[in-house]
């Protein structure tokens, strides 16, 4: 048995096996799903609707049944039974089996619909094991978690997420708030691009003028910057102009550069010390 990863995102939690990959994502706050793969197969849609009252939880399920029968009148539809708080019944057609659980989630106030597929063999023990993990976050919390594509993070819940960039071995979030940004990078595969110098690396990513100093991040060597917008703004909006802070560190046992970037107004500084960003402890 394959062990287990931890996935946070947007606030809600869960276990799948750590052979499962995400293949598609959302990062809207009202609406989404992430969608995972093994090596094979689709394994899994995990999608959230949002719902600001406890919907008649029985007729969805029952709608979904009948909706299945209606695309599919020679498969199997099972009753519909419980894991936890999940109302779960499978459709099955030969050797395909798909199980539809649903739950609603009242701390984040959303509906949550997983399908789970499997053409050649059910592994009920698994689908058991991601439905029981599943948890949320308090909505009220001041620091969110994310765990995803390879970026393990605590982000203060003031920064809302914008948009995650996912490429091979490199992932790229952008969290916004009042016009200021975080984003965070990630970038496997060092050695082919990799000098040996962070600071020359963070150099080589930041424009022009920027002074790049010495700093330490999780203990690693790490290579810090702080910019200001050079352009000239008339006196009154001096308190908008922006300052840049960087910091870029290699992990060496990931083999993995890790790079945050925060845009905040000079005046109005945005509160940076509480992003933890976790590599290799
Ligand atoms: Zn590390």
């Excluded at 939690?13 to 094979?40: A, C, N």
């Excluded at 909706?67 to 109302?87: F, L």
């Excluded at 058991?128 to 909505?139: D, G």
Aim: aromatic share 12%; net charge positive.
């Amino acid at each position: 048995m394959s062990t287990r990863e931890k996935i946070q995102w947007l606030g809600m939690e869960l276990e799948v096996p750590d052979d499962w990959e995400i293949v598609r994502h959302s990062t809207g706050l009202s609406k989404g799903r992430l969608i995972f793969i093994d090596r094979r197969f689709q394994r899994l849609q995990f999608a959230w609707t949002a719902c600001e009252k406890r919907p008649a939880e029985t007729r969805i399920v029952g709608d979904f049944r009948a909706r299945d029968k209606e695309e599919d009148q020679s498969c199997t539809i099972s009753d519909v039974y419980r894991i936890g708080g999940w109302r779960v019944y499978t459709r099955r057609n030969d050797a395909t089996i798909i199980t539809r659980a649903g739950l609603y989630d009242p701390r984040c106030k959303r509906w949550l619909d997983c399908v789970f597929s499997w053409p050649n063999g059910r592994e009920k023990t698994i689908e058991e094991n991601v439905l029981t993990s599943y948890s949320s976050q308090n909505p009220g919390a001041s620091i969110m978690h994310w765990r995803a594509f390879g970026l393990d993070m605590d982000i203060p819940a003031i920064w809302k997420i914008r948009k995650a960039e996912v490429f091979p071995g490199a992932t790229k979030f952008v969290y916004e708030q009042n016009n200021c940004s975080l984003t965070i990078r990630r970038r496997a595969m060092a050695p082919y691009y990799y000098c040996g110098s962070v600071e020359e690396y963070l150099a080589g990513k930041t424009a022009g003028n920027t002074s790049v100093y010495r700093g330490t991040h999780n203990g690693h060597h790490a290579a810090c910057a702080r910019a200001k917008e050079r352009f000239f703004r008339p006196r009154w909006l001096k308190g908008k102009r922006k300052v840049t802070r960087e910091c870029t560190w290699f992990c060496d046992s990931k083999e993995t550069f890790f790079h945050i970037t925060a845009s905040s107004f000079i005046s109005r500084p945005a509160d940076f010390k509480n992003v933890v960003v976790r590599c290799c402890n």
